[in-house]
Structure formats: C-alpha cells, structure tokens
C-alpha cells in the first residue's frame, strides 16, 4: 500500500468521522433547545415532542430505501446529498417564525439524516476492507462522541445566543462537512448494480415504520388504548405483513431474506435491537435526572455528562482495533456485559448520589457502546459483498433507531406511572431502569450466536447486475 494511497484512505476517514460528529451531534444537541423554543413559541409540550419524533420516524423508515439507492447510483453522492440536505434544512429551522414552519424544515433535516447517517459506516468499511473494524471503531467514536456533547455544546451555544444559533451554527458545520466530502471522498470501491428499485417493500416499510413508531411515541401521553393508537397499530401490523411479502417475492429486495439465515448477520441485528431498547432511554434521562436532583443549567449538565462522551470516543477506537484482531462476537459480548452493570449502577442512583456514582454509571454506558457498536457492526457486515454495505448499515441504523424510540417510550411510561405515586425523578426512575437490566441480560447472550462464515453463500445474496 503506498504512501498515497494511505493518506487517502485516512482523508476519507477523517471527513466520516466529522459528518459523523455533526449529525449526530446536533441531533442530539437540539434536545438541548426544547424549553427555549416552547417558550418562545407558546407551545404544548406535547406538540414539542414532534421535533424528537420526526427524527427517530424518518430514520427508521427512509435509512433502508435511500441506502439501496446509494448502494445502486453511488454512496458519496448520496453521502454528500445527504449532508447538504440536513445543513440546509437546519439553516432554515432557525429562522422558522412559527412552530409549524419549523416542523416542515426540521422533515427536511430528517431527511438528510436518513441519507446520511447509514452511509458512514459503509462507505467505512469499503474503503478499508483489510482494517474494517478499527475504521468501523473510528466512525462509532464521531457519532458516539457526537452523541455524548450534543447537550455540551448545545448548552454553550443557547445560553449567549438563544436556541436559533444552534441550527444556524449547523449549516456553517454542515457546509464544511459537505465540501470536505465532495472533495476528499473519491475512488472508493462501490460494486454499483443495475437492479429494478423494489418500490412495493418501499411503500410497506413508509407505511409500517410511521404507523408503528407515532402510536408507541405518543403512547405515554395519549393513551395506548385510545382509537387513534389502535388505528395506527393495526395499519402498522398490515404494512409490516405487506412489506415481509413484498420482500419474499421482489427481484431486488430491499432486504433480502436469505441474509437472516446468517446467523452472525441475524444474530448482529438481534443484539443491537434489544440492547439499544434498553440503553437509549439512558441518554435521554441523564439530563433530566441531572435538572431534577441537582438543578444544574444546560452546559453545566453538558458538562456532567463529559465521563460519557470520552469513554464512548476512546472505547469505539479500541474496539474496532480488538475486533480486527479477535472474534468480534467476543468484544460485542464484553461490551455488552458492562452495559448491564452500567444500567444496574444507574437504577440504583438516588436524588443525592455522589457524583463519582453518577460517573461511574456513564463511564460504563459509554464503555458499552465504544466496545459493542463497531464489533457488532463488523459482525453484521461479515461475508458481505460491497454492494450490500449501505443496505447492511441501513438495516442496523434502522432498527438502532426504531428500538431506542420505543425503549423511550417504555420508559417514559413507566417513569410517569411512578411519579403519578408522588415519588421524585431519582426513585421514579430507578424502577424504570431495573426493568431493562434483564433485558439487556438478553441482548447479552444473542451477541455471541453464530460462527462468522467466510462469506454469504450466493444462494442468498442479490443477484449481481450484468457485465
């Protein structure tokens, strides 16, 4: 490999870790600017909320068909479409008059995001086919980072400037991420194929994913009985009936099913998708449990919640590297063993726990993810050809996606059954928390299903385009 070719491929790595860093980081920074903007506003709490959903909805139903597209015409376009889109969309969140403007420019943020986000991880894993997993380790870290000082600087930005900075402040980033892409992102290998766009199981998941994700969402404050819910629910159980169907019979499907066949590919979505129910709420929690027990502003929660972002960001990188070296199964098992301890230690915190508990618990979070999400990945990845990869990291930032918003929604049913008892944040969610132990436990023993196979046998894969 020449010296050249070397300082490519790390180019391309650096402009991934930062379109990484910036769409998850603002995603999870405008969590930050939910209370100035209904201030500012007027409005219902309720009707706040639809800036967090739009987001996990998008996510989940549009990552799979973009990515196919990508994966057919070509992951940089779409990477750098992608980036464009959501700094656009955010430039124009931030001069929005009214709350219903805002709503239609943050779609288009969503959107964007949809195309973005899944990408990374294959266009990772393309480029560096003979180190994937540290490479996969590096794209985790800049999301995982990003994640983590998403309310940092979020709580930096609104308090000198007001909320609008913090979209504003995102098309500037965005811009930049976007330009570094198309310049930099060039001769990756993408094995482009001439296949049919499988529309029918595009329509299905449009139709189940929503219809599944809004009615589990709004559940805690609707009601999960009521007729609207029902509605939804049902009309989502017949798209995600129509979509398996779809997929069984479609020349190009947008999953194909032979790959759940894979134990390590099945096994790889599987743990994600439980671990992910159970450890997503954390993120959304810590803030609220830091305002609550300890009345602290938005940087100084920010900044609390450092332990988080450094242990993510220095964990993804060693757990790329050791699942290069070793059975990525294992280090996906490991990290998965201290997430269960990182949840146990934050169900036992108290309205006046020492700080270094506190720490501890996201210390071990942050552990958690660093050592599962780039060995899970590798895992899922194993014996796929490169024109799969964008479907691949589409399927598993779906799910990561849909599974965090509904362990949300869990938990915040939960938590508000308790606090409607009269108890405080700390006790409500301690019994909220000690219900995800188990699962996790769970997640736990499927990572480590499945002997990795070489490759996929062709039987089960698309079939590729002609010469």
């Known amino acids: 490999m020449t010296d050249a070719h070397t300082r490519h491929q790390l180019s391309i790595l650096v402009v991934l870790w930062l379109g990484g860093f910036f769409l998850v980081n603002s995603f999870f920074g405008i969590t930050i600017a939910l209370p100035e903007i209904q201030r500012d506003f007027g409005t219902q709490f309720s009707d706040l909320q639809w800036l967090s959903i739009m987001g996990w909805v998008t996510m989940a139903a549009l990552s799979l068909p973009f990515s196919r597209l990508a994966d057919r015409l070509g992951r940089r376009r779409f990477y750098t479409g992608g980036l464009v889109l959501y700094a656009v969309g955010s430039g124009l969140t931030g001069v929005a008059n009214n709350f219903e403007v805002m709503l239609i420019f943050r779609a288009v943020m969503s959107i964007g995001l949809a195309i973005a986000m899944p990408l990374g991880p294959a266009i990772a894993a393309a480029a560096f086919p003979e180190r994937r997993g540290w490479a996969l380790g590096i794209v985790a870290s800049s999301m995982a980072m990003g994640r983590a000082m998403g309310p940092i600087l979020g709580g930096a930005v609104i308090e000198p400037w007001g909320w609008r900075a913090i979209f504003l402040s995102n098309l500037a980033f965005g811009a930049v991420a976007a330009i570094a892409a ?22 299905a998941l449009l139709i189940a994913f929503p219809c599944l994700l809004i009615p589990i969402t709004r559940g805690p404050q609707d009601g999960w009985s009521a007729p609207h819910q029902l509605v939804l629910f049902t009309i989502a159980a017949v798209g995600a009936a129509a979509f398996i169907m779809a997929e069984a019979k479609a020349r190009s499907p947008l999953i194909p099913l032979g790959y759940f066949k894979n134990l390590s590919f099945s096994a790889a979505v599987g743990a994600l998708s439980i671990s992910s129910l159970a450890t997503f709420p954390v993120i959304v929690f810590v803030p609220l449990y830091l305002k609550a027990s300890f009345n602290l502003s938005p940087l100084e929660i920010g900044l609390w919640m450092t332990p988080l972002a450094v242990s993510t960001a220095v964990f993804s990188t060693v ?43 996201m210390v071990l979070r942050g552990i958690r993810g660093g050592l599962f999400t780039p060995a899970n990945q590798k895992a899922a990845f194993v014996g796929a050809g490169g024109a799969q990869l964008g479907m691949i990291s589409a399927v598993l930032a779906s799910l990561n996606m849909a599974a965090g918003a509904i362990g949300t929604s869990i938990a915040v049913a939960v938590h508000e059954s308790r606090m409607g008892e009269g108890v405080s944040f700390a006790e409500g969610q301690q019994v909220t928390f000690m219900i995800f132990v ?21 039987s089960e894969a698309p079939a590729k385009a002609p010469a």
């Open 319 to 361: 757990g790329g590297r050791w699942s290069d070296q070793m059975d990525p199964r294992s280090i996906s098992f490991w990290g998965l063993v201290l997430g269960v301890l990182g949840l146990a230690v934050y169900a036992m915190l108290e309205a006046e726990s020492a700080y270094v508990m506190i720490a501890g618990a």
């Open 182 to 203: 198309f310049l930099l992102i060039r001769n990756i290998v993408e094995e482009r194929r001439s296949e049919p766009f499988d529309l029918k199981g595009t329509i």
């Open 438 to 458: 188990p699962i996790m436990v769970i997640a736990t023993s499927i990572a480590l299903l499945g002997r990795p196979p070489k490759t996929i046998p062709a």
